[in-house]
T-cell receptor
Framework: SQQGEEDPQALSIQEGENATMNCSYK?????LQWYRQNSGRGLVHLIL?????REKHSGRLRVTLDTSKKSSSLLITASRAADTASYFC????????????FGQGTILTVHP | SQTIHQWPATLVQPVGSPLSLECTVE??????LYWYRQAAGRGLQLLFY??????ISSEVPQNLSASRPQDRQFILSSKKLLLSDSGFYLC???????????FGPGTRLTVL
């Protein structure tokens, strides 16, 4: 079953603006990850946040995790046209052999 | 390098025909391997995963099967394709840590 649900389904912004995507999940997790997919390509891992962490940064990316609300957000600051892609959250349980449950994704379009 | 090779890149097959998709990986030995399917505009659905040679776990009952004859080889097969088998098939592996997955470029399968 698909545990992660992203919001919004699609987001259109101008270059230089910030983009925020949200993810909700249903069961307890070991970690939550965000992946990026360019059209017709494989996924690329962006960032991982563990269940005992609340916030993590990587370059222009900021991820937050609220386990009490079972939700996470991905913020991309100062967006660029090259950030145009689909973004997926994925959750991993504590005994999952690394299995990930993906959400439906957010399609981000950054206009130059 | 955690490079993953998938072939073919695209495939058009008639209903009822057999299928064999191959995935080979480089990098860390004894990785966990995964097959996902992605329908158009949707998230990823985990089909199979393997924690070692000859060890296959199925996540979704269907007419597909998987095999891992060698440590770095993962094969997805079907004896008779259905229209509903159309989609984008992605192979993934873990690296030194089982937390993060690395994805191949994918195979786009169209069943007519």
């Amino acid at each position: 079953s698909q545990q992660g649900e992203e919001d919004p389904q699609a987001l259109s912004i101008q270059e230089g603006e910030n983009a925020t995507m949200n993810c909700s999940y249903k069961t307890s997790i070991n970690n939550l990850q965000w992946y990026r997919q360019n059209s017709g390509r494989g996924l690329v891992h962006l960032i991982l946040i563990r269940s005992n962490e609340r916030e993590k940064h990587s370059g222009r990316l900021r991820v937050t995790l609220d386990t009490s609300k079972k939700s996470s957000s991905l913020l991309i600051t100062a967006s660029r046209a090259a950030d145009t892609a689909s973004y997926f959250c994925a959750t991993a349980g504590s005994t999952s052999y690394g299995k990930l449950t993906f959400g439906q994704g957010t399609i981000l379009t950054v206009h130059p | 390098s955690q490079t993953i090779h998938q072939w073919p890149a695209t495939l058009v097959q008639p209903v009822g025909s057999p299928l064999s998709l191959e995935c080979t990986v480089e990098g860390t030995s004894n990785p966990n391997l995964y097959w996902y399917r992605q329908a158009a505009g949707r998230g990823l659905q985990l089909l199979f995963y393997s924690v070692g040679i000859g060890q296959i776990s199925s996540e979704v009952p269907q007419n597909l099967s998987a095999s891992r004859p060698q440590d770095r080889q993962f094969i997805l097969s079907s004896k008779k394709l259905l229209l509903s088998d159309s989609g984008f098939y992605l192979c993934a592996r873990t690296g030194a840590s089982t937390d993060t997955q690395y994805f191949g470029p994918g195979t786009r399968l169209t069943v007519l």
